[in-house]
């Protein structure tokens, strides 16, 4: 079954770090771009980051650049987000996503984990 | 305030169509391709299409998918309670180099 399961979400405040991680099962990981996005309370969506295949390339959200930083290791098929100097307005429900593009970023994101949640609160 | 613009809300009759539009710009709806997703309550995203046309196998085909200059539509016939959801367009923003999605529009069947 292809899978993703994510982890590392709590209760954290503000200023203080966090990484999420995500684990994959089911499709051979490093064939395929991850991404993050992530979901505020009662709010839409938003992506926060984008790793290719080999981590080689990574792209962040402006909301986000220079606070978080996206790694993956294929020999784990794990991703990972590094998050530091945290926010409120970073208080979200963390998806990882796997992009639907062999080899490339296609933008589009067919398998999601279930998320976890950060909450950034003192 | 999102870089793709979708209306909030949407509604119709059960066995009726609605159509979800979705707006953006030569960066990044006019150059690349478009995706649906559908998010039922509680849960996570779930993708209806990609490459602006396309189902993921398992999508009926009552769900499709179309684009046209900088704007793309979601369609949905034969409405069941059961797509009561809220719906997501993206694509990729080239200027920008980030991933984009719409607001979200919330469809009631009613």
């Known amino acids: 079954e292809v899978q993703l399961v994510e982890s590392g979400g709590v209760v954290v405040q503000p200023g203080g770090s966090l990484r999420l991680s995500c684990a994959a099962s089911g499709f051979t990981f490093d064939d395929y771009a991850m991404h993050w996005v992530r979901q505020a309370p009662g709010k839409g969506l938003e992506w926060v980051s984008l790793?290719?295949?080999?981590?080689?390339?990574?792209y962040y959200a402006d909301s986000v650049k220079g606070r978080f930083t996206i790694s993956r290791d294929n020999s784990k098929n794990s991703l990972y987000l590094q998050m530091n100097s945290l926010r409120a307005e970073d208080t979200a429900l963390y998806y990882c996503a796997k992009d639907i593009g062999y080899g490339g970023n296609s933008g589009a994101f067919d398998i999601w984990g279930q998320g976890t949640m950060v909450t950034v609160s003192s | 305030q999102s870089v793709l613009t979708q209306p909030p809300s949407v509604s119709a009759a059960p066995g009726q169509k609605v159509t979800i539009s979705c707006s953006g710009s030569?960066?990044?709806?006019?150059?690349?391709?478009v995706s649906w997703y559908q998010q039922l309550p509680g849960t996570a995203p779930k993708l209806l299409i990609y490459d602006n046309n396309k189902r993921p196998s398992g999508i009926p085909d009552r769900f499709s998918g179309s684009k046209s200059g900088t704007s793309a539509t979601l369609g949905i016939t034969g409405l069941q309670t059961g797509d009561e959801a809220d719906y997501y367009c993206g694509t990729w923003d080239s200027s920008l180099s980030v991933g984009v999605f719409g607001g979200g529009t919330k469809l009631t069947v009613l």
């Open positions: 030569s960066s990044n709806i006019g150059n690349n391709y």
């Open positions: 790793i290719s295949w080999d981590g080689g390339s990574t």
